[in-house]
């Protein structure tokens, strides 16, 4: 299957020449590269989001692959989706999914099942892919993008994620895609974006879980980031880093509602 944008045009430029231009003001070409199991990066039109997503991207060393987690936006398709053959074209070329991979993962999963309807017109893997493509033209991809369940749930789909990319042998990263507080003032969304950073730093997923819901943190990643600190952990993770965190009114000049960005590093 060919995965046409559908974010080109509109969260990042729909030229070859405008989207690189615009990548290469946003990433750190002469950044110290760093070997990582994963990030979390945002996934708003680049003219807020992208100094974030370009600061944290820059830092990596990359490998040939990268899972991506997303969160399911349009309520399309099934609830826990991944694609595992087709191609994925952004204005800086094509991008194949590692089919071998792919399907390692969904065989040893009890949730994912093939779709492609949940991806067609989701924005939140296909802002990423640019990004790695810039760095990386030949990267290949596993897009999966989860809907809303219990935490348990995103729980094991990481766990049983990691376990799949162990048995594959291959250097595999994961990408989990989300922004932070949505449409508060900048002072109550930093406030909030703090607590939900602080578990992710400390890697505790269960913890992330209870601070989304008990200071009702709209962070509309949640899910890839709780699935990400499980497989992460079970592959050795020991440490997190903020590389950046801003807020739309950081670009804007808006402060009475925005959304927040966070740029984190896991290792």
Request: contains cysteine; hydrophobic residues 40%; charged residues 25%.
């Amino acid at each position: 299957m060919i995965r046409e944008p559908i974010a080109a045009g509109q969260f990042y430029p729909g030229s070859s020449d405008g989207l690189r231009t615009m990548i290469e003001s946003m990433v750190d070409d002469k950044a110290g590269k760093v070997e990582v199991i994963g990030l979390i990066s945002p996934h708003a039109g680049y003219v807020y989001s992208g100094m974030v997503a370009g600061a944290v991207i820059s830092e990596i060393k990359f490998n040939d692959t990268f899972v991506m987690l997303g969160p399911n936006h349009t309520g399309r398709g099934k609830s826990f989706s991944i694609m595992t053959k087709g191609t994925w074209i952004t204005p800086l070329g094509e991008t194949e999914i590692d089919s071998e991979l792919g399907q390692r993962i969904l065989t040893s999963s009890s949730y994912l099942e093939e779709d492609h309807m949940a991806h067609q017109f989701e924005h939140s893997l296909e802002v990423q892919v640019p990004f790695l493509q810039y760095f990386k033209p030949d990267v290949r991809i596993v897009p999966i993008v989860l809907a809303h369940a219990r935490g348990n749930v995103y729980k094991r789909i990481g766990k049983e994620l990691a376990a799949a990319i162990k048995e594959s042998k291959k250097q595999v990263t994961i990408l989990a895609s989300s922004d932070m507080t949505h449409y508060e003032p900048q002072e109550s969304a930093r406030k909030k974006d703090s607590k939900a950073i602080e578990a992710i730093l400390n890697l505790d997923e269960d913890e992330l879980l209870r601070r989304v819901a008990d200071f009702d943190i709209s962070m509309c990643g949640y899910a890839p980031v709780v699935s990400l600190i499980s497989a992460a952990k079970e592959m050795g993770a020991k440490k997190a880093e903020l590389v950046k965190y801003q807020t739309s009114g950081d670009a804007s000049g808006d402060y009475s509602s925005v959304v927040g960005y966070a740029g984190i590093l896991i290792k």
